[in-house]
């Protein structure tokens, strides 16, 4: 029987498949060698591969990233880690300034194959700083391609592309299903830009993305009257327009589910592209489930703020009986 991984094991795995192909892959960040990270992404890699290309570092976000620009410019793959995506705000200046314009700025002369992690996101009850979802601050960067896988298959695949990728990429980990599911590796070349159609439908199209998907599918469960297509994103940019277009071009209609803020969230994104392209298709306004403009609460109130499936099962109703 094959081996069934969490997410976090499947991280892992593709970390250390990465550098046993290429020597000039390292990775760097807070705890991440002698601890293996705070959530054991990178456990057992300093013990195979060395401090030289697992390397601890203090705790101080923008000299991580700024190190990995440095040896970027040298040739080498650096894999940063960001404790959590809301430790990367100290690293933004780094990230805008130089890692997403560097090769811009050289007109080519540089190279910026590099890849930040971050967990991000909500549901594990954590402190102020260790939920957000702020995707959108790196999608609107120009320079950064931006990742968020939902299955474990999907983080193994995704994770190597970006590894491979000649640009810079911003690789989110939804934290709360790190350990929620297991599930074999298909070890496929994933390319980014391209979404996944999980499953096909007729009445409505259901897109999302990260920590999301499982709750789309849990949705689209209890609607088994519903002719449902889910489409995870897996990559926000650049998001795979023509897939989205297509399918709501076939449907008629659409939800759009992310734990970000409302306001400039991707669904925002999605359905003004889906204004412009797929208007005379529309069968009912686009409708969109996703937080709340305010600051993520603290655990008490979470649950409250997070989409969840209720919320998720009554927009597709809405959309498909308007």
Not at 68 to 73: F, W
Not at 173 to 186: A, G, H, Q, T, V
Not at 233 to 254: F, H, I, M, Y
């Amino acid at each position: 029987m094959a081996e069934r991984y969490t997410l976090v094991q499947a991280v892992n795995q593709a970390l250390h498949d990465a550098m046993s192909k290429d020597s000039s892959t390292v990775v760097l960040g807070q705890d991440v060698g002698k601890c293996g990270g705070v959530f054991r992404a990178t456990e057992g890699l300093q013990e195979k591969f060395g401090e030289q290309r697992v390397m601890d570092t203090p705790l101080a976000e923008a000299a991580i990233v700024g190190c990995s620009v440095g040896m970027a410019i040298k040739g080498l793959k650096p894999i940063a880690e960001m404790q959590f995506s809301g430790f990367s705000y100290q690293a933004f200046y780094q990230i805008e300034q130089h890692v997403a314009r560097y090769h811009n700025r050289t007109r080519g002369l540089y190279p910026m194959s590099m890849v930040i992690r971050m967990p991000y996101g909500g549901g594990v009850r954590a402190f102020e700083h260790h939920s957000e979802s702020r995707e959108t601050y790196f999608v609107h960067t120009p320079g950064l391609k931006v990742v968020i896988p939902s299955t474990p298959s999907d983080a193994y695949d995704l994770l190597i592309a970006s590894i491979a990728d000649p640009n810079p990429v911003i690789f989110m980990e939804p934290k709360r299903i790190y350990r929620s599911m297991k599930s074999e590796l298909d070890f496929s070349e994933a390319k980014l830009g391209e979404a996944k159609i999980l499953q096909a439908g007729r009445q409505v199209t259901l897109i999302a993305y990260g920590a999301m998907i499982p709750l789309c599918q849990q949705a689209i469960e209890r609607l088994p009257q519903y002719s449902i297509e889910l489409i995870d994103l897996r990559t926000l940019s650049p998001w795979d327009e023509k897939t989205v277009v297509t399918s709501v071009q076939k449907t008629g209609r659409a939800v759009i589910v992310h734990e970000a803020p409302k306001t400039l969230g991707m669904a925002s994104e999605i359905i003004a592209s889906l204004n412009e392209k797929a208007f005379l298709y529309l069968q009912a306004p686009l409708k969109r489930v996703t937080g709340y403009d305010a600051i993520m609460p603290y655990y008490q109130r979470e649950n409250e703020y997070l989409p969840n499936v209720d919320k998720i099962v009554s927009a597709i109703e809405e959309t498909v009986e308007f």
